[in-house]
């Protein structure tokens, strides 16, 4: 039952807590929930601006259950839309491409520049350029959402009044520090495909340091007790600080470095690796329990990785996501057992940023829960 019970556990003060219960992560009720409280409010990673270098270029997405579109405009500005065209309502943009100079409606030729507005609407007074009494093209062209880019990042927001975009991505920058985003590149990207759990267990998996010495033991050498938690506002993650006598040990193949693994609340994924490398997810929700994921590998533009270098680098982060991936699909099996209605235990030193995760998520559905 999604009420006012749904969170008591989660609520009860203790020195260890619990987290979310399993209905938050199995439950389709709670998916909506979360659509309408949480993705409608915020500012959602959608996707990678380098994806649309050209102008006419457009993609479709989804964000809080609703058909947007993407697309590079004339002037090369990334904007969003609304994905339907005003006439009869049809989902405009169907697949990724290019749509040359204008977005053409199929379905009766409604035709709308890369500004959207509205330049072609034939017949629709009965002849080729006849117009209805009252109706004007400047009232039905497309409709707008809030768009941003940092760097290579888009986010979108469907808040009437969303979050000074500055505002959002400052936490992050502070825990970046003197890490110039601006200076990486895109290098490579992995299709990690649909995963089957749902979008939270892939963001606090990230999220929390505790599994890495387990998980990761082949892949990475980062010892747990050099990790510590970040919890910056809604910028949460670990982070772990290695000597270069650590750095200069790690085995040949593995992650050894110090490395930054930060988010933005509900879904931006940001790990960067000294001296010179930075990883970005695209986490995005489809259902109670399945998310599509992808990874771009950014190296500093001064860094000049060798191919043999970059297919070394895809070969590790596709080993570690899989690593990954094993646990959160195990983790969502686990979710449906009813020992999960209370939501487990979370390390209070451990896991004290997957609870501020989880309380944000909390915060946002709780004002529907009855
Ligand atoms: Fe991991």
Redesign the pocket.
Known sequence: MLDATLLDNFDAAGAVVHGLPGMAYTSDSFMQLEREQLFANHWVFVDYAHKLPKPGDAKPIEVAGLPLFLLRDQQGQIVAFHNVCRHRNLKLIDATGNCGKLIRCPYHSWSYDLCGVLRNAPYFGGHKDVRPPEFRYEDNGLVPINCEVWHDWIFVNLSPQPMVFDDFIAPIRRQLGRNEVTDYVPVATIDLGEVPCNWKLLME??IEPY??QF??KSTTAQPLEDHYTVIDEHCLGSAVELSAEQVASAREGTLGVTSHYLTLFPNFVMGTYQPDQMGVHLNEPIAAALTRQQRVIYAHKDARYSDAKIEQLIELWRS?HL??HA?CIRLQQGRYSPLATQGGLLSPHWENSVRKFQERVADAIRPALI
């Open positions: 998996n990230f599994h890495v998980v990761h570690v690593e990954d646990m």
